[in-house]
């Protein structure tokens, strides 16, 4: 079975600070609609282990016929919360253990225009495809270890272009990094500025299922415990 959670707290009255809506999930008032889902489907990852990880993408189909789901209904349970940018999180339940499969946030919100439909699609990003949306860059470091560069690009620090995604630190996990080197990027996006330090480290960036901004330098292939220890039996 499948769990599906939308954050629909509203941040503007509980004061929150404006990243408050990327998580974590501690900042969410997480509003379970699991009976309404029809459908789900999740595309993230990479074809092979030497590719780049890919922006993911979800969408989730939904039983809408009280039309709760439409944005703009001001009797819908969830209005004025339930909109484009707000987070959803998609469980996979097994065993009575539930386990992230997607955490994304709303790219759109597509109630169905025929009323024998009564359905509502909903399109999902990830972490990575927010990242890749940013306005471009420019940023200037000095010599630091990639993990470092990429901590800072993450919070802003270098930026001298305004426009950088400011990842909350709680919902980062960043190696330290083998390499150290100087960067200057000009006008490009946050995440081609993430993958190009990690590709010059020979490591990768992704987006994990939880939400994290994850960074893994070139000796986690055979450090990690994902690589160490065995991950399943067959």
């Known amino acids: 079975t ?19 809506i990327l998580g974590p999930e501690s900042n969410f008032t997480e509003t379970d609609i699991s009976s309404y889902v029809q459908q789900i489907s999740i595309r993230r990852g990479r074809d092979d282990w030497l590719q780049e990880y890919q922006p993911g993408t979800a969408t989730v189909e939904l039983t809408n016929s ?12 969830y209005f004025p919360n339930f909109t484009v940018g707000r987070a959803m999180i998609i469980l996979g339940n097994y065993a009575s253990v539930s386990y ?8 759109s919100i597509v109630p169905h225009p025929m009323l024998s439909q009564q359905t509502a ?3 999902l990003i990830d972490g990575l495809a927010k990242l890749s949306l940013t306005k471009p860059l420019s940023v200037i470091e000095a010599s630091a270890l990639s993990g470092t560069l990429i901590t800072n690009v993450l919070a802003g620090t270098g930026v001298t272009q305004p426009g950088a995604q400011i ?46 901004i994850k ?20």
């Open 100 to 107: 992230y499969l997607f955490f994304g946030y709303i790219e």
């Open 167 to 212: 990842w909350p630190t709680a919902m980062r996990s960043i190696d330290v990094g083998q390499s150290t080197f100087f960067v200057n990027y000009n006008l490009v996006s946050e995440l081609a500025i993430l993958q190009d330090i990690a590709r010059n480290e020979s490591g990768f960036v992704f987006a994990g299922v939880n939400g994290y």
């Open 66 to 77: 009280d039309n709760r789901f439409n944005p703009d209904y001001v009797s819908s349970p």
């Open 121 to 123: 699609s909903i399109s």
């Open 215 to 234: 960074f893994r330098d070139r000796l986690s292939r055979i450090t990690g415990s994902a690589s160490s220890t065995s991950q399943g039996t067959f």
């Open 2 to 20: 499948y769990t599906v959670l939308v954050d629909t707290k509203d941040h503007v009255a509980a004061g929150d600070p404006s990243g408050a």
